[in-house]
């Protein structure tokens, strides 16, 4: 499937260009290692949209989220019926790094993320297809790279909103982020609650386009990366992940559709006690 396009369902195949895919995520990874070059103890030390962790806690964080890439056929590690909790088990394996200094998580960062493409590399030379568990369900491993895109894109914001500095990103991928972003968002207002949605998202800005939206059934979005008018997208994912309040992104989305895509951004804002 070209680049600007890419198809996200629960149920049988995606469509997505993982060669492409891999290239978005090194970029990424790039971008960020050279802005954290750039911090001192303060900026390591500084908040961010995570309240309870700082820069540090977050870059942590995202050396063990490049380390998913191993998951095998079976594994249950980020299997929600298996006790897996996005608000709970990552903080969980921070443990391991407890006292790390920032420029070893930086290097482990390096590593890790550069372990990432090889593998994933390796696995489509070798036309490698099986499943591993998400948090929404057994899905093909290359849309588990589309996981880590998601979630190293929004922590990266999460450290430079605090800054006060633009997001060093790019239109690549930010429209992967959005197309999963809507894609999970939907899948929880489906599994969670039930919800029915049919909506067409037009969205502005870096990373914009139109993103088609059904749950009747299995969980589909296909989206289409175009020059529109609309909400920006880097906004919408935002919201939808609860960083921003939804109604403000998503001002002319029906009620009832905007309830159900706020459903993920809820359960994030949800307390829930530690175990």
Same mark, same amino acid.
Request: proline share 7%.
């Given at each position: ?18 060669? %492409?895919? $891999? ?6 990874? @790039?971008?960020?290692? &050279? =802005?954290?070059?750039?911090?001192? #103890?303060? +900026? ?102 589309? %996981?880590? $895109? ?6 990266? @914001?999460?450290?430079? &909103? =605090?800054?006060?500095?633009?997001? #060093?990103? +790019? ?105």
């Amino acid at each position: 499937m070209r680049p600007d396009a890419l198809a996200l369902r629960t149920g049988g195949p995606c469509d997505l260009d993982p060669e %492409h895919l $891999l290239d978005v995520v090194g970029e990424q990874r @790039r971008r960020l290692v &050279a =802005v954290l070059e750039g911090f001192g #103890p303060d +900026d390591w030390a500084a908040p961010t949209r995570c309240t309870e962790w700082s820069a540090h806690h977050v870059v942590r964080h995202q050396c063990d989220a490049n380390g998913i890439v191993h998951l095998e056929p079976g594994d249950r590690t980020l299997d929600v019926t298996a006790g897996f909790d996005p608000r709970t088990s990552p903080p969980r394996w921070l443990a391991a790094s407890a006292g790390e200094p920032p420029d070893e998580t930086l290097a482990r960062l390096v590593a890790t993320s550069e372990d990432l493409l090889v593998v994933s590399s390796r696995r489509l030379a070798e036309g490698r297809s099986f499943d591993v568990f998400l948090p929404l369900g057994p899905m093909d491993w290359t849309v588990l790279v589309l %996981h880590s $895109l998601w979630d190293a894109w929004l922590h990266e @914001r999460d450290i430079m &909103a =605090v800054r006060g500095a633009d997001h #060093p990103s +790019d239109d690549d991928a930010t429209f992967y982020a959005a197309a999963y972003g809507v894609f999970i968002a939907a899948a929880v207002a489906s599994g969670l609650a039930g919800d029915e949605v049919k909506e067409q998202l037009t969205l502005g800005g870096a990373g914009g386009g139109v993103f088609d939206v059904d749950t009747h059934g299995a969980v589909v979005v296909t989206a289409t990366r175009l020059t529109v008018a609309g909400p920006p997208a880097a906004v919408v994912v935002d919201a939808l992940a609860g960083r921003s309040p939804i109604d403000q992104a998503l001002p002319d989305v029906a009620p009832g559709s905007r309830t159900a895509l706020a459903r993920m951004a809820d359960f994030f804002n949800t307390p829930v006690e530690q175990g």
